[in-house]
C-alpha cells in the first residue's frame, strides 16, 4: 500500500477531501472528542464498520511516519 492515493497526493492541500481514504486519514487523525461527536449519529453496523476501519488506518499511519 502507497503512503497516499493518486488524488491525495495531487490534492494534499486541500480540506474538503470527498474520497473516503482521505476521510479516513482525517477521521484517524481527528482528536477523540471531535470523532464521538462524529459517530454519536450512527447505526451499531456503521460504528463497528468505521471502528474496524480506524484501527487499521491509524496503523498504516503510524507505519508511515516511522
Same mark, same amino acid.
Given at each position: 500500500m502507497t503512503d497516499k492515493c493518486g488524488w491525495c497526493q495531487v490534492n494534499s492541500g486541500r480540506t474538503h477531501a470527498t474520497r473516503e481514504c482521505c476521510q479516513l486519514r482525517r477521521l484517524a487523525q481527528m482528536p477523540k472528542a @471531535? &470523532?464521538? /461527536?462524529?459517530? +454519536?449519529? @450512527?447505526?451499531? /453496523?456503521? %460504528?463497528? +464498520? $468505521?471502528?474496524?476501519?480506524? +484501527?487499521?488506518? %491509524? &496503523?498504516? $499511519? %503510524?507505519e508511515i511516519r516511522k
Open positions: @471531535m &470523532l464521538v /461527536e462524529y459517530v +454519536k449519529g @450512527m447505526t451499531e /453496523e456503521a %460504528k463497528t +464498520k $468505521l471502528r474496524e476501519d480506524l +484501527k487499521t488506518e %491509524k &496503523l498504516r $499511519l %503510524k
